[in-house]
């Protein structure tokens, strides 16, 4: 960090002091390279360094800095191995003897690079990769190896839950306090819960009472007012004809839907919309539909706390929560690794302790063994009520101690304590308890020992709170938990055939498209009936393209489509899953499935011109 900082600000400086850069830097690389302190040594490990070739730019930079000009010894030695492939030894040809059994796909890419028969591992790969719903997808290179902390959300990631059969509870309940506390018509009760309308990724418009998708440009692909679909002219007017006011869709009316516990909250507006427009009733035409919403998020976050939704699991737990018999071998492991792990959640005490026990032992097990709460020996630190997304924002927030026994709470003086506390404070500290309630990061980075948000992977359900705010705040790594996932990937391999028709298809009125602007300019006699015919072809090409394409996005889903698209781009999940979400996967114990050393990777960024360009279907040419 202190080289990174002062070469910024030797940056930043006259050219006298750019002058002596060089000598600066070394200076300061050697001292730090000498030194034998841990947190030193920490300095150039990152979770961020995988590979030689990550590095590539670093490496030219490296070859100017020894004086080797624009680095051509390094370009010779690279053109030396894609030209030519070395004689092969004697324990080489053992080598191709031990690979030829296995996938003979990569031989001519091994030939190419001088690699041929120098690979002993290649019996172990199979003739094709096998991709499934369970694997852990990488959006940004993270080596687990120089992670030190892991961190776990509950609902949701370490604790799934049955749906629709736990989302009930807080539906029922919140119509019951709408009706009963605030006054809403009786006809509410009536009201069912359909939690397959439903995808995450949309955005709530509260003050219109609209649900919309968009994509990544902010452009909104479809909308529905309440349960009913809004047409393409309305839509266009609300959310797109602007010259100075054009909304990002962060503004406090609009609320994504960033959380599968949010389709509780989409269905109770859209009922409360449809009563109001299509009902009978003073008592809802006199609010405005962000009063609508209001009371209804006041009504299921009162379930949250008041026992409706906690009394009934700890009753049924069998009924609501999903058991996962990988989830404690998993936690086990990262401490055996020597890799702190800790469990942060908005869920208060009394649930947790209810659904993490039930997670524990598999079953639902009597009183006294509940009260020992023996699931915490899993974690290095537990922290419940957290209120996240203000935890990872807010410094100043408090931290209590909770009594495991009762749930009650004891004062810490936090950061101070652990301070007072003296050598290895932190570990002093979590010995008087390791559960708490509130606090803020700074608490947790204290109680954890760690250096650098990077050394820690927080993994949760809510792409806001959990990813993108951890993230972007604190520079945490993160892995986005999505349930849905693995239908997501069933729906898109089989819809392989459609999509590459969709794509053909665009690719041709692409190239249409082109060969009308070179007869617009060649001046031919004929310009005009060419056109003609060529418009008529892009007709027809573009009405078998819509049957396609809506074909493609119903398969996913009858209302939404698909939902990492919207149209032909990146929908704003997708945009926030690939620019937050280090990682991503179905659930949080396929991260259990890999080492603890894996190195995870990603596949190249290739924008439109580069893309085009190694399409088989074109032809590159200079100016």
């Known amino acids: 960090m202190k080289l990174a900082l002062t070469m910024a600000f030797l940056g930043s400086q006259s050219s006298s002091l750019a ?35 990550e590095s590539s730019e670093q490496r030219l930079a490296d070859a100017v800095g020894a004086g080797t000009g624009n680095g051509s010894a390094s370009s010779s030695s690279s053109e030396q191995v894609l030209s030519s492939s070395p004689p ?18 990569f031989d001519s890419l091994l030939a190419d690079v001088g690699l041929e028969g120098q690979l002993s591992s290649m019996g172990a790969l199979r003739d094709k990769r096998v991709i499934s719903g369970n694997d852990v997808f990488c959006n940004r290179e993270l080596q687990l190896g120089s992670v030190r902390a892991i961190g776990f959300d509950m609902d949701y990631t370490i604790a799934q839950y049955k749906q629709p ?19 809403y018509p009786e006809e509410f009760l009536n009201i069912e819960y359909d939690h397959e309308f ?14 919309i998708k968009i994509d990544r440009h902010k452009y909104v692909r479809v909308a529905y007012h309440g349960y009913t679909p809004i047409s393409s002219r309305t839509r266009k007017d609300l959310y797109s004809r602007f010259f100075n006011q054009v909304p990002s869709f962060g503004e406090k009316q609009y609320v994504d839907m960033d959380t599968l516990f949010q389709f509780v909250d989409a269905s109770l507006f859209a009922s409360m919309i449809e009563m109001k427009d299509n009902g009978e009733h003073e008592f809802m035409d006199y609010k405005t539909y962000e009063e609508l919403y209001n009371d209804m998020r006041h009504s299921v976050d009162l379930c949250h706390r008041d026992g409706v939704i906690k009394d009934e699991v700890a009753k049924n737990p069998e009924k609501y929560i999903v058991l996962d018999d990988e989830m404690v071998p998993m936690l086990k492991q990262y401490k055996e690794d020597g890799i702190k792990v800790f469990l942060l959640t908005n869920s208060l005490w009394e649930y947790a302790s209810v659904a993490m026990n039930y997670l524990y032992h598999q079953a639902d097990v009597d009183e006294d063994l509940k009260l020992k709460n023996e699931w915490t020996d899993l974690f290095d630190l537990v922290v419940v009520g957290s209120c996240k997304p203000a935890y990872m924002r807010d410094p100043y927030l408090n931290l209590f101690r909770v009594n495991m026994e009762d749930g009650s709470l004891l004062n810490t003086d936090g950061l101070y304590e652990i301070d007072a506390l003296g050598d290895n404070g932190a570990q002093k500290f979590l010995n008087q308890g390791k559960v708490f309630q509130g606090g803020n990061w700074k608490h947790l980075t204290a109680m954890l020992e760690v250096d650098a948000g990077e050394e820690i992977l927080y993994v949760g359900d809510h792409l806001y709170s959990d990813v993108l705010r951890s993230k972007r705040t604190l520079g945490w790594r993160s892995a986005f938990i999505m349930p849905e996932l693995p239908g997501e990937m069933k729906n898109f391999y089989e819809q392989i055939p459609v999509r590459n028709k969709i794509n053909k298809l665009r690719s041709l009125r692409d190239e249409l498209s082109v060969a ?15 056109l003609r015919l060529l418009e008529e072809d892009d007709d027809k090409i573009k009405m078998v393209l819509t049957d396609l394409a809506e074909k493609y996005h119903r398969s996913f889903h009858p209302i939404w489509g698909m939902m990492f698209q919207a149209g032909y781009q990146d929908s704003r999940l997708a945009y926030f ?20 050393n894996r190195a995870f990777r990603t596949a190249a960024d290739v924008l439109p011109h580069d893309e085009l360009i190694s399409c088989d279907s074109t032809r590159f040419e200079e100016e």
């Open 516 to 530: 009308g602007d070179a007869i617009r300019i060649s001046g031919d006699a004929d310009a005009d009936e060419k």
């Open 19 to 53: 002058f002596n850069l060089p000598a600066t830097v070394s200076s300061l690389t050697a001292r730090y390279s000498t030194s034998t302190s841990t947190s030193t040594s920490r300095l150039f490990a990152s979770t961020y360094d995988i590979d030689p070739d």
């Open 198 to 211: 439903w995808v995450r990724g949309l955005i709530i418009d509260t003050q219109r009472g609209n649900f």
């Open 88 to 105: 092969m030894s004697t324990s080489a040809s053992a080598s191709a003897s031990a690979s030829a059994s296995g996938p003979t796909r």
């Open 165 to 183: 059969a736990f989302d009930k509870l807080a539906f029922d309940g919140a119509k019951e306090k709408l009706v009963n506390e605030l006054g």
């Open 577 to 596: 899953v690939t620019n937050y979400a280090c990682l991503y996967t179905a659930k949080a114990t396929n991260l259990g499935s890999v080492s603890t």
